[in-house]
C-alpha cells in the first residue's frame, strides 16, 4: 500500500526528474524552526521532506531544507 507521502514523491518525480518544493515566505535570516514550522508544517509529520526555500523570493538569500522527523534543518546557497 502506497502512503501518501510516498504518493506526493511519486507525483513530484517527473520524466526521471525529482522536483523539490519551492517556497517563497519571508524569513529571517537564518530561518528559525517556528518560522519554518509555520510555512512547512511539523517536522515530525514530513520526514524525509526536503525543500528549496527562497526567501521573500528575492532571489538574495535561498536555503535548502530538510526534515529529519524531528526537527527542520537547513543548509545556506550561495548564490553563483
Do not use: C
Not at 537564518?30 to 510555512?39: D, E, K, M, N
Request: aromatic content about 6%.
Amino acid at each position: 500500500m502506497i502512503t501518501s507521502t510516498q504518493e506526493e514523491a511519486l507525483q513530484n518525480h517527473i520524466n526521471g526528474r525529482f522536483l523539490l518544493l519551492l517556497n517563497t515566505d519571508n524569513l529571517s535570516t537564518p530561518p528559525t524552526q517556528v518560522q519554518l514550522t509555520s510555512a512547512l508544517g511539523n517536522a515530525a509529520d514530513s520526514p524525509g521532506q526536503i525543500v528549496i526555500y527562497d526567501d521573500s523570493g528575492s532571489n538574495t538569500n535561498t536555503y535548502l531544507i530538510a526534515s529529519n522527523g524531528q526537527s527542520w534543518q537547513f543548509l545556506a546557497m550561495t548564490k553563483a
